[in-house]
């Protein structure tokens, strides 16, 4: 697919409509691409110059060594001339302002509807009605996930569960949202970022918290949002974890800022502290999330 978009090329007083992969082309494929410092930025297409950098080729849907988005695999809105921004003639003076790359599609999954009604403990209630199941693409998380699984000793893939807020009206409206709080909308964009985790209590330290009961996390789900349709709905996001080697404790320990050495993350076994089992994993790359369950 091709995306019109406008640039300023400097060839003399030359200026003229440009197709992104033309664009690529003539900058020896090395596009400048905006470092967005969080979701929200990258999501509301607002990254302040001088903050840039140019990306190395690495191939459609292929995240940067930079830890970008590529703008010639993605949709683009606009590009943004920066005062102040110089390059040499030749070459082009604008900031490429990406959209984000992730998208959900319904995908009526048996596996992802099994899971989450089975792991819904029975002293909780009955299992709530799923109101739908939403298959999560994005290409660059896959991959960063991929390289990260390869490098570990145990390459071993389980499935958690985690729940998080929903601040947008998922059950009508497929399209993701720019909310900065939707919790939800940004692991689908993002995945799991350090820079989203509160500064509140933290069993074992700082870091993503998922657990093998839907039921779990559904107390992280609090308040459901209200829909057009008047109802209330709540989210998880069913994940791939590759846990390595797990570091199990069943007591807590909030000064802890990782697994400690020869381990990949930490199991929080029902004991002392915990009435259900959760999974603390330290390195976002080790989390795919891969559908989206409304209920």
Not at 48 to 59: D, H, I, K, L, Y
Not at 73 to 100: F, I, K, N
Not at 240 to 249: E, H, I, M, Q, R
Not at 261 to 273: K, W
Request: net charge positive.
């Amino acid at each position: 697919t091709e995306y019109t978009i406008r640039v300023r090329a400097k060839f003399g007083d030359y200026s003229s409509p440009i197709t992104i992969h033309t664009l690529v082309r003539e900058i020896s494929e090395r596009p400048v691409i905006p470092e967005a410092a969080s979701w929200n930025e990258r999501h509301s297409q607002t990254v302040p110059w001088p903050r840039v950098w140019v990306s190395s080729p690495e191939g459609p849907g292929v995240l940067s060594a930079a830890g970008g988005v590529r703008t010639d695999v993605l949709p683009v809105e606009r590009l943004a001339d920066r005062d102040g921004m110089r390059r040499p003639a030749g070459q082009y003076s604008h900031v490429v302002e990406a959209r984000t790359q992730g998208s959900i599609e319904v995908a009526d999954s048996k596996e992802a509807r099994q899971l989450f009604e089975s792991k819904w403990a029975k002293d909780k209630g009955s299992c709530p009605q799923i109101r739908g199941i939403f298959v999560i693409k994005n290409s660059g998380l896959l991959q960063k996930w991929n390289r990260y699984k390869n490098a570990l000793r145990d390459k071993t893939v389980e499935s958690y569960f985690h729940g998080t807020t929903l601040k947008c009206d998922k059950a009508n409206d497929t399209r993701l949202c720019q909310i900065s709080d939707c919790g939800i909308c940004g692991i689908v964009n993002e995945g799991f970022s350090s820079k989203r985790i509160k500064d509140d209590f933290q069993r074992f330290g700082k870091g993503f918290y998922l657990a093998p009961n839907s039921s779990k996390s559904n107390d992280y789900t609090v308040p459901p949002f209200i829909g057009s349709d008047g109802k209330g709905t709540k989210a998880q996001i069913l994940c791939d974890v590759c846990p390595g080697n797990k570091y199990v404790l069943k007591k807590t320990d909030e000064s802890l800022a990782g697994p400690p050495e020869g381990y990949n993350s930490v199991f929080g076994q029902v004991g002392a502290d915990l009435n259900y089992p959760e999974i603390v994993i330290y390195e976002s790359a080790a989390i795919m999330p891969r559908y989206l369950i409304l209920y």
